[in-house]
C-alpha cells in the first residue's frame, strides 16, 4: 500500500462543541495536500467546506450526533440539508437504545426509509450507518446485538457501517455490498490496522497529520 492509497481512505474529522472557520480551512488545506477522501464537519460547517473544496474532496456530514436519538424525520431533515449545502456523504448515528429495547425492527426501518429518502434526493451520495461498538468490559452492543445491528444496516442499502469494533468480526457480519469504517482511531498503528483489514475508509482527527509524517517510511518500505 502507497501512503497516497491509505490517505485516500481517510475521512479528517473535525467535530466538537466549538469548531473554528480558522480550523475547518486547515483541515480541507490538510485533506487536499495529503489527498484524504474527506472533510467530516457538523452541518452548521458543511456549505463552508464545500466552499473551499469546490468538489476536490469529499464533504462528509454527521447526522443525528452524537447519540442517534433524533427522530427518523428529522435525521432525515438533517441528511438532505446537508446534500444541499454540498455534503457528498452522511455518517448517520445509529438509534442504539431501539437495540438494547428490543426493536430492531423498528431500527432497519429507519435505516431503508433514511436510505431511501437520501437515494431519491442524490442517488450518489455515500451513507455511512455508525454503530458504535467499542471494546472494554462494558460495551454498548454484545456480540448477538452488534450481530443483529449488522445486519440490519448490511440489508438498507447503504455503502458503510461506521464501527469502533475488530473490523475482522465486523466483516463476519456483513455480506458483500456494504464497506467497512473505522471510526475514532486512537494511534497510527490502529488506522493503519484497521486499513489493512479491510476499511476503505478510517475516521481521524488532527492526529493523524504528525502520525502520517512521523511513520512515513512505514510506506516507503512496501
Known amino acids: 500500500m502507497t501512503l497516497k492509497e491509505f490517505c485516500s481512505k481517510i475521512d479528517y474529522s473535525y467535530l466538537g462543541w466549538i469548531c473554528e472557520r480558522s480550523v475547518v480551512r486547515d483541515f480541507c488545506e490538510k485533506a487536499l495536500e495529503y489527498g484524504f477522501a474527506s472533510v467530516c464537519v457538523n452541518p452548521d460547517q458543511v456549505s463552508y467546506a464545500a466552499s473551499l473544496l469546490k468538489g476536490r474532496a469529499g464533504?462528509?456530514?454527521?447526522c443525528g450526533f452524537p447519540c442517534g436519538a433524533n427522530s427518523t424525520a428529522?435525521?432525515?431533515?438533517?441528511?438532505?440539508?446537508?446534500i444541499d449545502n454540498g455534503a457528498t456523504d452522511v455518517d448517520i448515528v445509529s438509534n442504539l437504545s431501539m437495540v438494547r429495547n428490543r426493536e430492531l425492527d423498528r431500527l432497519a426501518r429507519e435505516y431503508r426509509e433514511i436510505v431511501a429518502a437520501v437515494r431519491e434526493k442524490k442517488p450518489d451520495t455515500v451513507i455511512k450507518?455508525?454503530?458504535?461498538?467499542?471494546?472494554g468490559s462494558n460495551p454498548c452492543l454484545t456480540d448477538e446485538e452488534l450481530k443483529a445491528v449488522s445486519a440490519?444496516?448490511?440489508?438498507?442499502?447503504?455503502?458503510?457501517?461506521?464501527?469502533?469494533?475488530?473490523?475482522?468480526?465486523?466483516?463476519?457480519?456483513?455480506?458483500s455490498t456494504v464497506k467497512m469504517?473505522?471510526?475514532?482511531?486512537?494511534?497510527?498503528?490502529?488506522?493503519?490496522d484497521a486499513v489493512e483489514k479491510g476499511c476503505e475508509r478510517v475516521g481521524c482527527d488532527e492526529n493523524i497529520v504528525p502520525w502520517i509524517e512521523a511513520n512515513k517510511t512505514v510506506f516507503e518500505e512496501r
Not at 74 to 82: D, M, T
Open 59 to 62: 464533504v462528509s456530514c454527521v
Open 74 to 82: 428529522i435525521k432525515i431533515a438533517e441528511a438532505l440539508e446537508a
Open 129 to 135: 450507518f455508525i454503530i458504535y461498538a467499542p471494546y
Open 152 to 175: 440490519a444496516v448490511d440489508a438498507s442499502g447503504a455503502d458503510y457501517i461506521k464501527f469502533v469494533a475488530d473490523p475482522a468480526l465486523i466483516k463476519g457480519y456483513i455480506g
Open 181 to 192: 469504517k473505522f471510526s475514532g482511531c486512537s494511534s497510527f498503528g490502529v488506522t493503519l
